[in-house]
């Protein structure tokens, strides 16, 4: 289990950019949700012990890991936004080199370790490639081969998926969902299709505070019998805009597919009741702050 207690994280400026982090996360995949600013990174290089909190606390299985991080990054993978490369290595170097900086044993020798991390991660074909042919996804899967050398209980990810081609994020959710199959991983995303594919679980943040711990078919729930579908011209919907909660609008053959959030539970003229998706769910509790039929979390 980890588990937060308050954590606060103020940056010079100041910037609060977390403001009291209470949470827990058991093992499987668990989905970090919110905004650009709302935390999510600052959330997560904390508990990679890259970021000391200013206050709070954090700990893997009963053991306090800010104390002494280092101790503790042997059971840790982090993979970061963004990913420093060396262009020229080829995949397999640069791999070990990774592997070396991270202090990851290899009692068989890492040249066999390495081989064997890039087939977990379907990159065998491309070990002698250098890095710098590598697509946005085979990055990515480097980047994960490294933060699973070791074995670690914790795998962190921060927005993995952003810059990825539909193919290689559905790679790479295949990926991340065998590795969340016996130990924590934690995802960050701004994008709630991650989670709809991805997570059991999930949190929501903004700006630095959660918003809602729970489950997708739950935030689902609490706005159940709300979502309304409709199709309006390109000039009503600003109208729409003004009056209603729309949590998705999709121009078709020049008409606007509207849905709108309508808690009273009658629509507009035109409008029927269509079921609930996550992001209506998450765009309601982005515009409200909390979802009804839903225990609020945090202070
Ligand atoms: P997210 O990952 O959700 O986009 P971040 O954790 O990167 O959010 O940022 C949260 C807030 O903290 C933002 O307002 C951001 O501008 C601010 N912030 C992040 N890093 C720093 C820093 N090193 N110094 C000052 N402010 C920062």
Request: glycine share 12%.
């Amino acid at each position: 289990m980890l588990s937060t207690r308050g954590l606060v994280k103020v940056y010079p400026g100041p910037v609060t950019a977390l403001n009291g982090i209470d949470l827990d996360v058991s093992s499987g995949m668990f989905g970090l949700l919110g905004p650009n600013g709302a935390g999510k990174s600052t959330f997560m290089k904390i508990l990679a012990g890259l970021l000391e909190p200013t206050s709070g606390s954090v700990t893997l299985d009963g053991a306090d890991i800010l104390a002494k991080p280092e101790l503790h990054w042997p059971r840790l993978g982090y993979l970061p936004q963004e990913f420093g490369f060396y262009p020229h290595l080829t995949g397999e170097a640069m791999l070990e080199h990774l592997l070396a900086l991270k202090g990851v044993t290899a009692p068989q020798g890492r040249k066999k370790l390495v081989a064997e991390l890039l087939e977990r991660v379907n990159l065998g074909f491309a070990a002698k490639r250098s890095v710098k042919g590598y697509s946005g996804g085979m990055r990515q899967r480097l980047g994960i081969a490294q933060a699973v050398a070791g074995n670690p209980r914790l795998i962190i990810v921060d927005e993995p998926t952003a810059g990825l081609d539909p193919e290689e994020r559905l790679r790479f959710y295949h990926l991340l969902a065998e590795l969340a199959a016996d130990r924590i991983v934690l995802l960050s995303t701004h994008i709630v299709e991650d989670v709809a594919v991805l997570c059991p679980r999930f949190a929501v943040i903004r700006e630095g505070r959660l918003l809602a711990v729970t489950t997708p078919a739950e935030a689902r729930a609490a706005i159940e019998g709300q979502i309304f579908e409709g199709t309006v011209s390109v000039g009503e919907l600003a109208r729409l805009r003004a009056e209603r909660t729309v949590t998705k609008a999709l121009l078709v053959e020049g008409r606007h597919h509207a849905r709108i959030y309508e808690p009273s539970g009658s629509p507009p003229p035109g409008f029927a009741s269509s079921p609930v998706n996550l992001e209506d769910a998450y765009l309601v509790l982005m515009r409200l702050g909390a979802l009804p039929r839903l225990e609020a979390v945090g202070g």
